[in-house]
Structures are given as structure tokens and as C-alpha cells.
């Protein structure tokens, strides 16, 4: 446990916890709509496979420029409401008004139409979405410079950044519901303008609420005009190397890499497994479990996982809570052999447990089902009249325990590295540059894990197009799903075993700071 005990002053206030909080939720409700999204340009707007995997990775090219540009914008910026607000703020209304003119598209138009059109739409709204999130997390980092509120602030932050993670998986659900819309493209344009709405009104809370260190008397910003564009390059390369050669930083980079990159490969391979292995690519049996498996797994990550990871950082310190939970995830996909076996699923539904629980959920959905199809909801409901595949959700609880730990604690750990930075480096502090670099970092892994998914399915002999897969190629696909994540979270063990910035060296860092800055 801890030893030390947070200042009233270093509490963050539980309205600024929420207006922060929903800022991650709009950070994950954006690019979550947009990879489920994707899925549509192939069966509602008819695009090309391969034009579709050029809007995709075209995009992230063009992303990890403006990150680090913006990161720099916003260490730099001087204004009466704060570095940070003002682009968040803007940054809110764009991303949601270009979210939802994105997919204002018509299969009409044609593929080389709407290809461009997507893709110009595309870029313009990365810059306002880069606005919005380079910004936020830089904001995140300085809204305490306490160790362990740091943490405290992530979790709660986190644990409503999952919802969005509840609500994703169904979109695919509703817009392919026939009696809600009239075809699949009318679906997308409709879904996009609410998800546009529910990023405007909730992106913009952070802006009005939140408050970041005082950045009026900080020394050594930048002047940010056009006649200074050429020492500003120079300047943000030269942050940008600082960062670079912070080593803590880079184990946290590292770390985040092989974790998320490895969760990334094979997040697909789940819904994969439960369509074509254990309901032989009947989609019509495999019903809604495929989404239930997504959201369950948001479920327990907010509301389970993330407090005990917090609990944990408080009483054995980020470092070993990252390794007993990264861990205790490996122990996760391991289980995951097993909860996908039809065999075990069927002998389990066989027995007295399984027979009641079939019973009993059934029972709840044949109650709830009239009221479901009111409000046009039918395709929430469950079947269990030939028994369900409960085991499935066996290593969840385990699994959530790898990306539910890996950001809150990387995330807090980052703020941390932002305290050694101005000490060995001055001021001005760099949170969004470090955020940008950080963030830089993962979408890097989730480029590189989209290739690296694809090359798995083609090495195991996946058929895209085949009504059913060998057995052989499920198997091999499912030792994959096992391996891959367990291999690359314990190469992340690896690479934070010897992370030395603790509570002690992050309390002497901030007490050297505050002499330095001289505050009271």
C-alpha cells in the first residue's frame, strides 16, 4: 500500500473525472463507428476489397504526420482558456460534423466517386479528430500531478471509454435490421449522423470542465505563426527526439506495441471461430454472439477489471500491476482453447448448471422480447432453445485484464515521464507531444496488425468468400488466436521488467520540480 496521501489539491473534482471521462468515450466511439463502418463500403456501397483496404490504411499515413504537429501546436499555444481547451473544444464539433458527412454516401455515385469522396473526407476529418484527441490526452496528463490520482483518473476515465465498446458491436446488428432501415447504405448514413450528435454534445464537456496546469507563466513556448514555420519544424523535431530518447517512455511505447498489437492481430478471429467453427458458417445460428462476445468483454473490463487494476496500482505500484494483470490476460487466451471447444460447450449445456442457465436466460428474453420488437429492438434478443455457447465467456474476465490494464496504467505511467522530461529538458512541458508519440505508437501497432491479421487468415488457409472452412483451418486459426496475444503480452513483460520510474523516483522528481519552479 501506498504510503503517501493525495493533496486536496492534486484531487481531481469528480465533475471534471466525468467531463474527462466523456471525452474517452468520444475518443473510442469514433474510431470504434469507423472500423465497423468500414465493413459497409464492401456490402452497402460496393467498393473494391482492395480500394477498401486503401481508405483504410491511406488515412493512418497521413494521421501519424499530423499527430506530432498538433501535439507540438498545443505544448505551445498560449491562450487565456489554456494549451489545451480551445482545440478541444473546436476539435469536438468538427470531428462529429465530418464524421457524419463521411458517409453521406451512395453506391449510385459509383466506386471511383465515392472512393475520392472518402478518402478527401477522410483526411479533413482526421485534422479535426487529431484536434480533438492529441489535445484531450495531453490534457489528461496534466490534470494532476499526483502518482497515484494519475491513476485514479485513468481508470474512472477508462471505465466510461469502455462504454463505447458496449454499444460498437451492435451497429453491424442494426444496420443490417431490415425493419429499421430501408437497405444497409441508408443504415449508415442515418447511424453516423447519431453517433456525429452523440460526439458533439459529449466531445465538448472536457473543454468547458476540465482544468489543466496553469500554463500562464510557463517559459520557453514557441512562437506559432507562419513567419516562425521553419524554426517551429526544427524545434518539433528536436522535442520530438527528447521524447525519443526518454528510456522509460520507450519501454511504455514498447510495451504498448507488443500488448495491443497482439490483442489487434486476432480480434477478428473470434468472430471467425464462432460463425464458422462452432455454427459451421451458419450466421443465422450464430445469431448475436459474436457482438454479445464483444460486449460482455466491455462489460467486465469497465466495471470489474479497471478498479481492481486501479486498486492494484495503489498497493504494489504501475509497474507490478501491469505485470500481474498482463499475466493474468496471457492465462486468459490460453482459456480461450477451451471455451470455443463445440464439445465442451455442448457437454456443459448437458449438465444441470448449463440446463438451468439456458432455461433461465431464455425465460428472461421470452419476457422481454415484445417489448424488444416494440421499440424495434428484436435483434437484441438471445435463443437459447438449442443451448448457448456460455463457454465462451470463460477466459473473459482473465483477457480483460491486457488492455483494461495496458492503458489505464500506460497512461498515467506517461504522465509521469512527462514530470522527467521537464526536469532534465525545461520547460515547456510536452503532454501532447508525448501523448502524440504514445498514441502515434499504437495506431503504428493496429496498422501493422490489420497486414499481420490478414497474412495469418491467408497462412491458415481462411477462404473469405467460402460458405464453410475446413477443420483443419479452423484449428490451425484458433492455435493462432491462443498464441499470438500470449506470445506478444509476454514480450511486453519482458520489456517492463526493468522500468524504473516508481512512486519514490516519481514524488522526488515533483518535489525537485516544485523547488524548482518555486511554488509553495
Wanted: some cysteine; overall charge neutral.
Amino acid at each position: 500500500m501506498s504510503q503517501y496521501e493525495t493533496a486536496a489539491k492534486d484531487r481531481v473534482p469528480f465533475v471534471q473525472k466525468w467531463a474527462f471521462g466523456s471525452g474517452q468515450f468520444v475518443l473510442n466511439l469514433l474510431p470504434g463507428a469507423l472500423g465497423f463502418f468500414m465493413f459497409f463500403l464492401l456490402t452497402a456501397f460496393g467498393m473494391d476489397p482492395f480500394l477498401a483496404g486503401l481508405l483504410g490504411g491511406l488515412p493512418r499515413l497521413f494521421d501519424a504526420i499530423t499527430d506530432p504537429i498538433m501535439g507540438f501546436i498545443s505544448d505551445n499555444t498560449k491562450s487565456r482558456w489554456g494549451r489545451r481547451r480551445p482545440y478541444i473544444f473546436v476539435g469536438a464539433i468538427m470531428s462529429g460534423l465530418l464524421f457524419a458527412v463521411l458517409w453521406q454516401l451512395d453506391a449510385e455515385n459509383g466506386q471511383t466517386y465515392n472512393f475520392w469522396y472518402f478518402l478527401i473526407l477522410s483526411l479533413i476529418f482526421l485534422i479535426g479528430n487529431t484536434m480533438y484527441a492529441t489535445p484531450l490526452v495531453g490534457l489528461g496528463y496534466e490534470m494532476t500531478s499526483d502518482y497515484n490520482e494519475r491513476t485514479r483518473l485513468m481508470a474512472f476515465a477508462n471505465t466510461i471509454g469502455q462504454v463505447a465498446w458496449m454499444i460498437v458491436p451492435w451497429f453491424w446488428v442494426i444496420i443490417a435490421d431490415p425493419e429499421l432501415f430501408s437497405d444497409q447504405a441508408e443504415g449508415v448514413r442515418q447511424m453516423s449522423t447519431i453517433v456525429a450528435a452523440f460526439c458533439i454534445v459529449l466531445g465538448v464537456l472536457p473543454a468547458i470542465f476540465c482544468k489543466g496546469i496553469d500554463s500562464s507563466h510557463m517559459e520557453n513556448r514557441k512562437e506559432l505563426s507562419f513567419k516562425s514555420l521553419a524554426s517551429n519544424l526544427k524545434d518539433l523535431w528536436s522535442g520530438i527526439v527528447q521524447v525519443v530518447k526518454n528510456k522509460p517512455f520507450m519501454k511504455l511505447c514498447g510495451a504498448t506495441f507488443l500488448v495491443f498489437n497482439g490483442f489487434q492481430m486476432v480480434a477478428a478471429f473470434s468472430f471467425y471461430i464462432i460463425v464458422f467453427y462452432m455454427y459451421n458458417g451458419d450466421y443465422g445460428m450464430a445469431g448475436t454472439w459474436p457482438a454479445w462476445f464483444s460486449t460482455i468483454t466491455a462489460v467486465l473490463t469497465a466495471f470489474v477489471v479497471i478498479p481492481i487494476i486501479s486498486a492494484m496500482s495503489n498497493k504494489w505500484g504501475k509497474r507490478k500491476a501491469f505485470i500481474i494483470s498482463t499475466v493474468l490476460s496471457i492465462i486468459g487466451y490460453i482459456l480461450k482453447w477451451w471455451g470455443f471447444d463445440t464439445s465442451l460447450n455442448e457437454r456443459f449445456n448437458q449438465t444441470a448448471f448449463g440446463q438451468t442457465l439456458n432455461s433461465g436466460v431464455g425465460a428472461i428474453f421470452d419476457f422481454l422480447n415484445p417489448y424488444l420488437e416494440t421499440v424495434g429492438m428484436s435483434w437484441f434478443s438471445i435463443d437459447t432453445s438449442q443451448g448457448a455457447p456460455w463457454l465462451i465467456f470463460l477466459p473473459l474476465p482473465l483477457m480483460a485484464f491486457g488492455l483494461g490494464g495496458l492503458f489505464t496504467l500506460m497512461m498515467s505511467m506517461t504522465a509521469d515521464v512527462c514530470d522527467l522530461d521537464e526536469l532534465d529538458n525545461g520547460m515547456p512541458r510536452k503532454e501532447g507531444t508525448f501523448g502524440a508519440i504514445y498514441w502515434w505508437m499504437v495506431k503504428l501497432g493496429q496498422a501493422i496488425a490489420l497486414v499481420l491479421g490478414g497474412l495469418v487468415l491467408k497462412l491458415v488457409g481462411f477462404i473469405p468468400d467460402a460458405p464453410t472452412q475446413s477443420l483443419e483451418t479452423m484449428t490451425n486459426l484458433r492455435i493462432a488466436d491462443v498464441l499470438i496475444p500470449a506470445f506478444t503480452a509476454g514480450a511486453a513483460i519482458w520489456v517492463m521488467i526493468s522500468y524504473s520510474l516508481n512512486e519514490k523516483k516519481a514524488r522526488e522528481i515533483k518535489a525537485k520540480l516544485i523547488e524548482r519552479r518555486g511554488e509553495l
